[in-house]
């Protein structure tokens, strides 16, 4: 039985492990079978995505799927606390996928549950699994990820997939990092010390699209700004359009944790950089994996 | 691999397969059996019996079900466009069901996916697997659907059911068709017009009444009236009562597409005429047939 | 085929049955298997806990799940009336699980249903299945129902676990039963007067707490008070804490059915007595017990 709260929760290993369990899946040589288990989706935030995604990765291993994947007329609405709500889904399964708007819910899940806990999002701290299919995704397309250009690219600072990512590098040798963003959408401090590779801080994507193997784009939400003048100023300068990809190198790759809202022009959507879609499509056979791995592991 | 959109995908052979399907499931000499795949609910508009029908359609072919049947909590919400929430739904499943409100929506999935698409619903414009359970419940009556006179009555202008009615009459021979609706609800002239078949339009049912075999009865919703004055002045005329079922032909049938709200009167129920729940029954069998076919053609 | 709407539906006989062939389950001697027949959830009023906990325990016996867990964005939304919405379900699946706000809503829908109907707590009236876990964890720890000290605490007016439960005790032979509960919400004197068995009412716990084997709590709503000074006086008095639980006896057992909000206090679940997290543990095998006998019956 193992948690999944962070991406230090994995290995090098681990990380290559899922990968070629996901290739088995994908390539029909591993039909996983976990023979009616029961994996429920406790989304206290919503998400149709991540809750679809998981959903059909436990139904195509062989998994039912119990659980909410919104609070509405649930009894957390009653004002039932957190912990009580887990333990009844500890009761009712054997593994509990948790997103939640507050930072630490999933570890908090994992203090209470003696069922394994999947974090699927809490607030501006985590997402594992996202970063799962984000290296998946570059593993799939560069045969592996040591070796390459990545830019961070967007909100830096409260996107929890950023934070992931970046942990999740710690396990491989990436070339070099940059992060494009701008200064009030700066990764945080607390992350970027604790790396163990450098990165390199840019407010310009021209300054070194060139150079990049991996564009990961986020979307800049207007609500992160104290005032609308600042975003107005700062939100052309971070969309990805047909401009900036005619300087990125020709088997570079743009990946998206989506939904996109206008970060990525769909003009874009046909280049062969944009790889976003692929990317969302590798969410279903790695969470077969990851799952498969926890029920039957 | 074939979409669903309009009645007119549908031949006239291809209506009586799904029939004869229908009836194997319905006689227990078909077991369907799809294995696992998978089945999207894409309802942006919201709606009970046609989700859980489909649901439970899947669910009996063997199919595993997931999506959404509201899009509250939806990444919808957060701003994504429906083209990519269409190409998420084309990652996981392998038959998409489509609800919307604007009319052409399902056309436009069917252009972003590559998975089929069946419209249950789109706006004012069609939801033919309605019409296929309409038909269907004829066929099951009287053995077939040529020679009928068929009465279409209440609002025909903003009824998709209409729509997808009188389109699917044209691949089968019936005798005549009546429209009984106020002036403000006539069916649509560009739909009369592409008939192959000749309408006759009338006001009050009990000019023809005697005469129809089946009689199809709809909604007629008060936020169609500009004038509430209105809509008060002919709504009494158009709701189905004992008195009007007392001049229909014993061996005649009512269909509804239900839910019905107080345009047939609950008396009705236990006319012999009134076989609307029997033709919701049939909703289940006959999906089982277009979706078996669906998956595995 | 029957119908499960209130406590008195089951003998003695039939709960014991029940209570081994949930015994069989948990113990791995029964592996229940009603091969894909199709259980629909028709939550009017929301809920989490029992709406997951009967999702887990058809899914469990290998049943397929249908309906909704609320009715926004349903067709009783749009108007549809309870006797329709029932009908439809009817259609669709094996058996009916029936929440509803109003009195004796799962009573009618037994009159218009053709499929079992299982009552999941129809408004102040009864909440049947809750009755069989609360029992079953009785039994489960004392090894019988009989002969035992039982004292419902809180609401006894307005709470239908407490009237289910009542009535369940007819078919067993309680010691004593005491009642505790302010003057204004005293269980129900049409109930109290159909009992087989005495009961004793007190407003203040301590008097008779140090006598209880079977503490069954449930919460006391502000809402419940046309004053919410008279609130603010008993609530207090209302609440098992750590200084109440020292005057129990050490064998004794505390049930709630959850969920809780503050009439347990957190530091309670640590001790011996809290057995309700247990009792919620036996709500999927009771279930799957229940609906195994209805639907292979």
New interface residues.
Partial sequence: MRHVISSYDFSREEFHKLFELSDEILGGKLKPNVN?K?V?LAFFE????TA??F??AS??I?A?V?????V?????????NFA??I???E???ECIVVRHKFDGAAKFASEVSEKPIVNAGDGKHEHPTQSMIDLYTVYKVFGQVDGLNFALFGDLKYARTVNSLLRALTRFKPKKVFLISPQQLRARREIVQELNYEVIERDNPYDVISDVDVLYVTRIQKERFPDEMEYEKIKESYVVDLKLVEHMKKDSIILHP????NEIDRRVDKTPQAKY?YQ??L??PIRMALLYTILTG
């Fill in positions: 009616g029961v429920s919503p998400s149709t995505r679809t995604s959903a059909t139904w195509r062989g039912k119990i659980g909410f994947t919104s509405e007329g649930t009894s957390v609405e009653k004002g039932e009580d709500t333990r009844m889904l009761n009712y399964s989506l939904p996109r809202v879609f969302a499509s969410g279903v």
